[in-house]
Every structure is written in structure tokens, then in C-alpha cells.
T-cell receptor, first 112, second 114 residues
Framework: DAKTTQPPSMDCAEGRAANLPCNHS???????VYWYRQIHSQGPQYIIHGLKNNETNEMASLIITEDRKSSTLILPHATLRDTAVYYC?????????????FGKGITLSVRP | DTEVTQTPKHLVMGMTNKKSLKCEQH?????MYWYKQKAKKPPELMFVYSYEKLSINESVPSRFSPECPNSSLLNLHLHALQPEDSALYLC?????????????FGSGTQLSVL
């Protein structure tokens, strides 16, 4: 599976949009981009995933560049409860050895 | 019910003890996973079960022994662990092993080996 690169940390003000970047320059055509987050002392939580097109759900939006080498997770109105480690992961959609492998993630701190 | 339930939440054991971690889901998922997470590190995959059969073992030492007695249950049997095995052990499940299926995680068992 392709590797991802994320900044180690960022912060944003409560109520503002949080834009979390991720680079995945070696992504293959059949690899999906996934985002999970992990709030302290909890298990990881699925947020969103996509292949080529931008995606939106009740939690966030995922913007994937046209060349698919990078993506941005957008939390439109960050709250204090969004403080967490956010993991960007790329994963193949086929193959018996398809795995969800976590990188270091980015720590988002939402300030009041 | 979209929950993955792990028991116990906390476990302290000696290096000569035998203990088991339990994971349960009632979402009809056919893939189940064990991850290990050390403090301030990302989760690391240990085992994957698909339709109650072990499909991935990430070269985990034999002192960790997984078991999937049925499609709803996943156990991790522990024997002769070392202090460095102290970690948060996370269980997850998904509809099946296809990559487009999202994983649901439990809250984990915090294990301390003395």
C-alpha cells in the first residue's frame, strides 16, 4: 500500500473550518484514500473515504486532487470534541492482503 | 447496533499468567481484526480473520494466540507475555475484507504486564 505524509500537528479555532492535508504521491489507481480519527483513550473512528471524486458526509468533506497525489480533509465547523489524532491512509481495494495500515497521523488541537 | 465491545477494559497480568481478551460484534460482519497500540504510536495490525479463518498474521510472537469461535466473537489468548507487550489492544470488524469496507473499532483493552 502507498505511504502517506502528514504534518505532525496543527490547530484551529473553534467554529472555524479545519483543513487537514495529506500527501500520497505514490498512490496507485486502485487505492482508496481513507481518513480515521482517534480521540484520546478511544478506538479509531471512521470518518470518510474516496477514490477519485470529492466526498462529503455528515462529519467531513474529502477533497482529492485531480492527480490523486494529495488530499485534504475538511471539518467545516470544528468543535472542541474534534481534538484528536487524524490518520490519512491509502488502501488497495483488491487482493487477499489488503490491509488498513496506520501512519503517524496529524494531531489536531481545537482551541476555544 | 454498530458497536464493537471489548472486555475487559483494563487488565494487569504477570509474566507467568494466562489471560484472554474478548471482542464481540453483532453487526453481521465477517472480518475481524486485532491491532496493538503503544503509547503515542499509531495502531499496528496483528491479525485478520475472514469468515472465521485466520487470513493475516503479521509475524506476531506465539505468546499471542488468536481465536475466532464464531462470526460474532474474537478472542486473543495471552501467555508468558513480556513487559514490553504492555499496550492498548484494539479489536475491529468490517463487513468483509474488501478495502472499500470501513472498519469499526472497539475502545480497546489497556494491558499492563508486570
Amino acid at each position: 500500500d502507498a505511504k502517506t505524509t502528514q504534518p505532525p500537528s496543527m490547530d484551529c479555532a473553534e467554529g472555524r473550518a479545519a483543513n487537514l492535508p495529506c500527501n500520497h504521491s505514490t498512490i496507485s489507481g486502485n487505492e482508496y484514500v481513507y481518513w480515521y480519527r482517534q480521540i484520546h483513550s478511544q478506538g479509531p473512528q471512521y470518518i470518510i473515504h474516496g477514490l477519485k471524486n470529492n466526498e462529503t458526509n455528515e462529519m467531513a468533506s474529502l477533497i482529492i486532487t485531480e492527480d490523486r497525489k494529495s488530499s485534504t480533509l475538511i471539518l467545516p465547523h470544528a468543535t472542541l470534541r474534534d481534538t484528536a489524532v487524524y490518520y490519512c491512509i491509502v488502501r488497495t481495494n483488491t487482493g487477499a492482503n489488503s490491509k488498513l495500515t496506520f501512519g503517524k497521523g496529524i494531531t489536531l488541537s481545537v482551541r476555544p | 447496533d454498530t458497536e464493537v465491545t471489548q472486555t475487559p477494559k483494563h487488565l494487569v497480568m504477570g509474566m507467568t499468567n494466562k489471560k484472554s481478551l474478548k471482542c464481540e460484534q453483532h453487526m453481521g460482519h465477517r472480518a475481524m481484526y486485532w491491532y496493538k497500540q503503544k503509547a503515542k504510536k499509531p495502531p499496528e495490525l496483528m491479525f485478520v480473520y475472514s469468515y472465521e479463518k485466520l487470513s493475516i498474521n503479521e509475524s506476531v510472537p506465539s505468546r499471542f494466540s488468536p481465536e475466532c469461535p464464531n462470526s460474532s466473537l474474537l478472542n486473543l489468548h495471552l501467555h508468558a507475555l513480556q513487559p514490553e507487550d504492555s499496550a492498548l489492544y484494539l479489536c475491529a470488524s468490517s463487513q468483509d475484507r474488501r478495502a472499500r469496507e470501513k472498519l469499526f473499532f472497539g475502545s480497546g483493552t489497556q494491558l499492563s504486564v508486570l
